[in-house]
């Protein structure tokens, strides 16, 4: 049966061959101005994000992260049309008002379509990221802080690679944001209603479609980012 429920952090024993270094955001580029960013991202068909004047090259995902991704896109971009969305993967990227720029793997952003020559998306509605060694330290950390400066945004989910589970952080009524996710929808069954497009429901089964995750989690890590403890399901691997 699955499950949604208010999350506690769930932590386990650290495994003594865990390398740290697979939670590293990516390969450092160097430190340069946005203007020198773009013409690095322009050069090769590599990911990057700029963070704080910083150029990370991202690894390339393994088949399940693209799998669980691909998925996702293809439930939203079903129903995007009722309620004037557009959804975007592959690369689509996203700029903070502050400048820094991201790479999620799924962005629904609502409204006036935005022109095929935009750069960046500056006001996503949900944003999207499948964990994997390489990103969890970011996506619990880094992105969790940051992506609230979007005052469009209002959900950004969080979704195991290892287990059927989705992590759902939610603005609230007031516009703030939470330290921590306000549901966990986890298991065989259950869904993740978004606020946008209108009506979207994200099953565990259409999310997980075509991939082997189990129900249950495996053993977590525990990762401090910001003063607070997040989740981190992966063994120790020399995947992305």
């Known amino acids: 049966m699955g499950r949604a429920s208010n999350p506690e952090v769930r932590v386990a024993e650290r495994s003594e061959s865990f390398r740290d270094d697979t939670f590293l955001t990516g390969e450092v580029v160097g430190r340069m101005s946005y203007e020198e960013f773009l013409e690095v991202a322009e050069r090769d068909d590599r990911r990057y ?77 949900v944003l999207v990221e499948v964990l994997s060694p390489s990103t969890t330290r970011t996506d619990l950390g880094d992105k969790r ?31 703030a944001w939470p330290a921590a996710p306000v549901e966990t929808v986890e298991g065989f069954a259950g869904e993740v209603r978004l606020p946008c497009p209108v009506g979207a429901v994200l099953t565990l089964d259409a999310i997980y479609e075509d991939v082997d995750a189990p129900a249950e989690r495996p053993r977590l890590r525990r990762v401090r980012e910001e003063g ?3 989740y981190a399901s992966w063994e120790p691997s020399d995947e992305g």
């Open 49 to 125: 994000e700029y963070v704080e004047g910083v150029v990370y090259a991202l690894a390339t995902p393994v088949l399940r992260h693209a799998r669980i991704a691909g998925n996702i896109t293809a439930a939203l971009r079903a129903v995007r049309r009722a309620g004037g969305c557009e959804v975007f993967s592959q690369g689509a990227s996203v700029r903070t008002p502050r400048g820094n720029v991201y790479v999620p793997d799924v962005i629904v952003r609502c409204g006036a379509r935005v022109s095929d020559d935009v750069r960046h998306i500056e006001d996503p509605c």
């Open 228 to 230: 607070a403890e997040a």
């Open 145 to 175: 802080a940051n992506y609230p400066e979007f005052a469009s945004l209002q959900a950004y989910l969080v979704v195991e690679q290892a287990w059927r589970c989705v992590h759902v952080y939610r603005r609230d009524a007031s516009g």
